[in-house]
């Protein structure tokens, strides 16, 4: 069993280390030329404007659950607000090209044309709702830093520009030291609790027997929530349920449950956000997830 357990971990850290890389850059890359200001004009504010605005983005940044939690915690420390961080966290890891074509070749235009606008739809109502919560969150926000060069404003503040050597090294710097800081612990966390859950929890032939009606549904949340899947990787295994006899509704709540609940995320959010934040957040996606999956099957 630790043979099997070290198996796992290091398959999903080879899996998840691009994305990780990918996203630790870019949200370097947000830090030092986006300006405080820009963030938070445009998601900053409490409409649907930013919430659209980020989940959009979302759709489009070409990184998975692990590689989002250092953009969203980025944006956040810059002045977006709640509402648009969560739904940049439910858009990006429900989305993305080639998981779209790989859903598109396993179960059809439909198929892929709907779950891409159920991701957009369930970003946008958490987003809206996330905007009404209030919390106290753990992060220390950006707003003392100068929009230009990205030090502290002090009293006697001078505004000078860097040299491109220069925010290269910040660049790096943020990315690769100060965001592991940040959330690396929570991140090594969830990779061993799914390597652990894919140990001592395999799924196995009993599911095509038990697999039907509101069970379907039950097993797509509970399974979801437990399992670290990623979108692409985890359309086949979907598939193959299907085929197994889980109804296509629930086959599309898994797939809309799974990459986005990861266990780093989870603890992200808790950490940063708090216990009540990350409730509501899971008891959205949760609820989303089976309304527009029974929606797909009854349509």
Request: glycine share 8%.
């Amino acid at each position: 069993m630790i043979s099997e357990f070290f198996y796992h971990f290091q398959h999903y850290f080879l899996e998840i280390l691009p994305a990780l890389a990918i996203g630790f850059l870019l949200s370097g890359i947000i830090h030092e030329f986006i300006p405080t200001s820009w963030v938070e004009k445009h998601l900053g504010e409490k409409g649907i404007k930013p919430i659209l605005y980020s989940t959009i983005l979302g759709t489009v940044v070409p990184v998975c659950c692990w590689g989002s939690l250092p953009l969203a915690i980025t944006f956040y420390t810059k002045g977006a607000s709640l509402g648009p961080v969560l739904a940049f966290l439910i858009a990006t890891p429900a989305t993305s090209v080639n998981a779209l074509i790989v859903v598109w070749k396993f179960f059809g235009i439909n198929f892929a044309v709907y779950i891409f606008f159920a991701a957009i739809v369930m970003g946008v109502i958490a987003g809206l709702i996330g905007n009404m919560l209030k919390f106290k969150p753990n992060i220390k926000l950006n707003n003392k830093t100068c929009p230009h060069c990205n030090e502290e404003k002090q009293e006697n503040h001078i505004c000078k520009t860097k040299t491109i050597i220069e925010k290269i090294k910040l660049v790096l710097k943020f990315a690769y030291i100060d965001m592991p800081k940040e959330i690396g612990l929570e991140t090594l966390a969830g990779l061993t609790l799914a390597a652990l859950v894919s140990t001592v929890a395999p799924v196995g032939i009993w599911i095509k027997n038990y697999l039907y009606g509101i069970y379907g549904y039950l097993f797509a949340v509970i399974f979801g929530l437990i399992m670290y899947m990623c979108a692409t990787m985890s359309v086949p295994l979907v598939y193959a349920l299907v085929n197994q006899g889980l109804n296509i509704g629930a086959g599309l709540t898994l797939l809309l449950i799974g990459p986005i609940t990861s266990y780093g995320t989870i603890l992200v959010i808790r950490k940063e956000f708090g216990t009540k934040i990350l409730l509501v957040y899971l008891g959205i996606i949760c609820l989303l997830s089976l309304i527009l999956g029974y929606l797909f099957e009854v349509l």
